[in-house]
């Protein structure tokens, strides 16, 4: 099974600052990996699929970038309704698999 | 615009099993493919298993094997999920979401059912 790691597990930052998570992947997974953005007591949602395709809806403050085994989400200017929970998921081979989890918190 | 639908809450004792249900508007339902993906309380995201009507077929974790079963029933869009031998870290939000191409992540979820396993 292909295992994927998130970090950092938490973050604390500011509206208005940019913010970082990384997924790696336990081997390479082309750009099959999707982010989903999870608050609490609701169901995930679809941010970016395919690495870097953002998914129709989403504010352009979202981005995604990578391949292989490295991939990135980035969020420009948080907003306060960013704070939550983010998630990568590789769907490249059954089983597809999560990542632990990254969750924002505000500063 | 597509909806995906869930039964409601189960409380259910050790031992037996539990069937939730995912009824879809929208779409075309057997064009797609369902997923099950469960969250228990305070934990990450964990994949289940799918169905994919158009082929008929179904895939499964391995650790689930032979405790779930996945189905589907196109004329009335609605996707099943049962899950047997109950343990009490069974406990979780189970969702369903649709899958359109694998290239192109989960653009549907369910509600979510919380299914506690308790004596």
């Known amino acids: 099974d292909i295992e994927m790691t998130q970090s950092p597990s938490s973050l604390s930052a500011s509206v208005g600052e940019r913010v970082t998570i990384t997924c790696r992947a336990s081997?390479?997974?082309?750009?099959?990996l999707n982010w989903y953005q999870q608050k609490p007591g609701k169901a995930p949602k679809l941010l970016v699929y395919?690495?870097?395709s953002l998914q129709s809806g989403v504010p352009s403050r979202f981005s995604g970038s990578g391949s292989g085994t490295d991939f990135t989400l980035v969020i420009d200017s948080l907003q306060p309704e960013d704070f939550a929970t983010y998630y990568c998921?590789?769907?490249?081979?059954?089983?597809?698999?999560f990542g632990q989890g990254t969750k924002l918190e505000i500063k | 615009q597509v909806h995906l639908v869930q039964s409601g809450a189960e409380v259910k004792k050790p031992g037996s099993s539990v069937k939730v249900s995912c009824k879809a508007s929208?779409?075309?339902?057997?064009?797609?493919?369902i997923n099950w993906v469960r969250q228990a309380p305070g934990q990450g995201l964990e994949w289940m298993g799918r169905?994919?009507?158009?082929?008929?077929?179904?895939d499964y974790a391995q650790r689930f094997q032979g405790r779930v079963t996945i189905t589907a029933d196109t004329s009335t869009s609605t996707a099943y999920m049962e899950l047997s031998s109950l343990r009490p870290d069974d406990t979780a939000v189970y969702y369903c979401?649709?899958?359109?191409?694998?290239?192109?992540?989960?653009?549907?979820w369910g509600q979510g059912t919380l299914v506690a396993v308790s004596s």
């Open positions: 081997q390479s997974i082309s750009t099959y």
């Open positions: 929208g779409g075309a339902f057997g064009t797609y493919i």
């Open positions: 395919a690495a870097s």
């Open positions: 998921q590789q769907n490249y081979r059954i089983p597809p698999s």
């Open positions: 169905s994919i009507p158009l082929v008929g077929t179904t």
């Open positions: 979401a649709r899958e359109v191409d694998s290239a192109m992540g989960y653009d549907h």
